[in-house]
């Protein structure tokens, strides 16, 4: 096989691996594959006061990254349909664990909130992660 059709049949297996927001082959120039992953279950809103809400995404990686781009967006569940809640928080962290946290107010009455993630790396090639959902709370503030 030509070195050419190496290249290309290497391209489309990390683009696809990309795709689906798993480990990536780095180029030569960075030595090593890197792997990133959410840390799921966790991130689950609380009450921080009795008219704020908190929460947090979590990405693991096996080594640091050169870029990387690191959102967690607070949501509410309301009128049949998740929305952003405050205008969320990016992190530029390349640490191997990066840890993000939001927070907003709490809408009068009681809804459900769930912390929305999302992450883009880059070590060599750039990739995406799924979007991730953390669990939900129901929270209630009183006028």
Known sequence: MTKLKKAVAAATVTGALATLGVATTAT???AHPIT???NKGWGTPWSVTSTAVKGFVQVKCSDRLDDANTRAQLQIY???AWR???T????YSTA???HVNDSAPKRIGGYHYRTQG????QHGNVWALPTYYSPSRYLVRNG
């Open 28 to 30: 030569p120039a960075s």
């Open 84 to 86: 952003n809640q405050g």
């Open 96 to 98: 191997k664990t990066i």
């Open 36 to 38: 990133c992953s959410w």
């Open 78 to 80: 309301r009128d049949g």
């Open 88 to 91: 969320g928080v990016t992190s």
């Open 118 to 121: 999302t992450h883009f790396g």
